[in-house]
């Protein structure tokens, strides 16, 4: 896990998903890009989910602010770059996600696997809520 020089400026929304199947959002309209937001446990806060995130291979913390996080992951094989954001919402307990490729333009499920990969394991460790936010 390697650490960037936080720009402590964030976005006051996730970007919807380009057209490309290269993207998954929670913010998203389409079901093709679709992905339920995670909701926290018993936290109003990153800080469960940054730590969680810095345990991780090929992750680097781009940006965190107190309601968004900004991390770049790397593809196993091909070391592709990923944006991965999270922005916790006004109700301090939904958590927009949202993962997306830099280039090409299918990842073959790759941001999706990426997120509910990371799902399962904060539900495990008790940091979101299990089931879906909707």
Not at 64 to 89: G, K, M, P
């Amino acid at each position: 896990m390697e650490t960037d020089s936080m720009e402590n400026t964030a976005p006051t929304k996730i970007e919807p998903c380009p057209s490309s199947p290269n993207c998954v959002s929670s913010t998203s309209a389409g079901e093709a890009h679709f992905i339920e937001p995670f909701v926290l446990a018993g936290s109003d806060d990153l800080a469960p989910i940054r730590d969680y995130l810095v345990k991780q291979a090929r992750i680097t913390v781009i940006n965190q602010t107190a309601n968004y996080l900004h991390v770049e992951a790397r593809t196993r094989l091909l070391r592709f770059v990923d944006d991965v954001e999270f922005l916790l919402d006004a109700d301090g307990a939904t958590l927009h996600i949202r993962s997306a490729s830099r280039v090409g333009y299918s990842d073959l499920g790759t941001n999706r696997r990426r997120l509910e990969t990371m799902r399962t394991e904060l539900v495990e460790l008790g940091v979101i809520a299990g089931g879906v936010a909707r």
